[in-house]
């Protein structure tokens, strides 16, 4: 909660969205794809983290995916999907702290790590496979190949911490990392969030994308990818800015007349178009029925959509600087972020309790659970 109503809003509307589709499993969308879809999961795991700690919903549905994609089988018959699984896993772990859980997917993570390792050549450069997707906007861009790599590189890095933890040898996460570090660090041309992924991989420093980023305000934004989006700017040393494009971009939505947030939003939509709590007059477009691409045309859109939560994570996260460092939150880094608000408050749960956050002005009061050992 903040002195800012507008960001109050979108927080709320964002957590509703979340919980909407927390249902048994993780659905992508509560009246459209109520399927456990891996490859869109990071978002609304990471705001399930911020507002609950944990949920059974997340190791449901990594379960559920382990469980029905036999190796050598990609999950969700994506390549790219199959990477998530990994990042997913190891972010949870990392949060909550569940060895018993993480040793029973040893096997698999080692299948994965290599299935994965298939997909990149000794030179670098990825396998071409069309059942490869970052993500729709950039499908079949060059833009697309970048993000690729920089999500096959946080796999590999997030498996490399799995294998530490399991007592496996890191070798095959280190070769892998090898090869990936050959072709990585290309420069996106188009997609913002393809540039934003490089920052959040730890391939580019977030300073280098940050103007590209912020390019025409929130323009080329994306829901899915958002969090990563407003992060690599945050990151950059410019948060106060990230607020208020969040604020642009979400804020559309709400001007639409949005109760949950979208599949898909473009900010061009908006002209011209009857918002969805009413119907169009004469001359207007309808901002549902004649939007929407790839997958997603017209009424078939959804319109309660869980990856495009990220303003959670991001409010939570990013302005209170907080970074677990240790599984189960034992150390977690704590900076909190000027952000262009007159004050604002952020509980953020642990195992042992809650981080909360104070900040008014440039001066923050950070109160924490004895168990845990705060660091800056």
Same mark, same amino acid.
């Given at each position: 909660?903040?002195?800012d109503?507008r960001?109050?809003? #979108?927080?709320?509307? /964002?957590?509703? *969205? $979340?919980?909407?589709?927390?249902q048994?499993?993780?659905w992508?969308?509560i009246?459209r %794809?109520r399927?456990v879809?891996?490859g869109d999961m990071?978002?609304?795991?990471t705001?399930?983290v911020?507002?609950f700690?944990?949920?059974p919903?997340?190791?449901l549905?990594l379960?559920y ?10 999950m969700?018959h994506t ?5 998530w699984?990994l990042?997913i ?10 060895l ?7 096997d698999y ?6 299935l994965?390792?298939t997909?990149v050549?000794?030179?670098?450069s990825?396998i ?5 997707l970052f993500?729709?906007?950039?499908h079949?861009s060059e833009?697309?190949? #970048?993000?690729?790599? /920089?999500?096959l *590189? $946080?796999?590999?890095?997030k ?7 399991l007592?496996? %040898? ?8 090898q090869?990936l570090?050959k072709?990585?660090a ?5 997609f913002?969030?393809?540039a ?7 391939i580019?420093p ?28 945050s990151?950059?040393g410019?948060t106060e ?7 642009e ?11 949950s947030?979208w ?10 178009s009857?918002?969805?709590?009413r119907?169009p ?9 004649d ?7 017209g009424?078939r859109?959804s319109?309660?959509h869980?990856w495009?939560c990220?303003?959670?994570?991001f409010l939570?996260?990013k302005?209170?600087?907080i970074e677990p ?12 972020r000027e952000?262009?608000?007159?004050w604002?408050e952020?509980?953020y ?14 001066k ?6 004895k168990?845990?050992?705060?660091v800056?």
């Amino acid at each position: 909660v903040c002195s800012d109503e507008r960001v109050n809003q #979108i927080f709320q509307v /964002a957590s509703r *969205t $979340l919980m909407l589709n927390m249902q048994h499993y993780i659905w992508d969308g509560i009246k459209r %794809d109520r399927l456990v879809w891996i490859g869109d999961m990071h978002p609304e795991t990471t705001g399930i983290v911020c507002l609950f700690g944990s949920d059974p919903s997340v190791e449901l549905s990594l379960s559920y995916c382990r469980e029905h994609t036999p190796l050598p089988g990609w999950m969700n018959h994506t390549p790219t999907y199959t990477a998530w699984w990994l990042v997913i896993l190891y972010d949870y772990f990392l949060q909550n702290n569940n060895l018993p859980y993480l040793e029973a997917q040893k096997d698999y993570i080692k299948g994965v790590l290599e299935l994965i390792s298939t997909l990149v050549r000794e030179d670098g450069s990825l396998i071409e496979d069309e059942r490869c997707l970052f993500d729709w906007p950039s499908h079949g861009s060059e833009d697309e190949r #970048i993000g690729i790599l /920089a999500l096959l *590189t $946080l796999a590999a890095r997030k498996a490399e911490k799995l294998f530490e933890v399991l007592g496996l %040898d890191r070798t095959p996460c280190e070769r892998l990392l090898q090869k990936l570090s050959k072709t990585n660090a290309a420069k996106v041309q188009t997609f913002k969030q393809c540039a934003a992924f490089q920052a959040y991989a730890g391939i580019r420093p977030a300073a280098e994308v940050a103007d590209f980023l912020t390019r025409e305000g929130a323009k080329g934004f994306s829901t899915f990818l958002s969090y990563y989006i407003l992060s690599a700017i945050s990151d950059a040393g410019r948060t106060e800015e990230a607020v208020r494009l969040m604020k642009e971009y979400y804020g559309g939505m709400l001007d639409m007349g949005a109760t949950s947030f979208w599949e898909d939003f473009d900010l061009d939509w908006m002209k011209g178009s009857a918002p969805i709590d009413r119907l169009p007059k004469a001359g207007e477009k309808d901002i549902h029925g004649d939007f929407g691409k790839h997958c997603y045309v017209g009424f078939r859109h959804s319109l309660c959509h869980g990856w495009s939560c990220g303003p959670v994570s991001f409010l939570i996260k990013k302005l209170g600087g907080i970074e677990p460092l240790e599984p189960g939150c034992k150390t977690v880094r704590v900076s909190p972020r000027e952000a262009g608000l007159d004050w604002y408050e952020i509980r953020y749960p642990t195992p042992c309790g809650l981080i909360e956050i104070s900040q008014k002005g440039d001066k923050a009061e950070v109160r924490a659970p004895k168990e845990i050992r705060l660091v800056r």
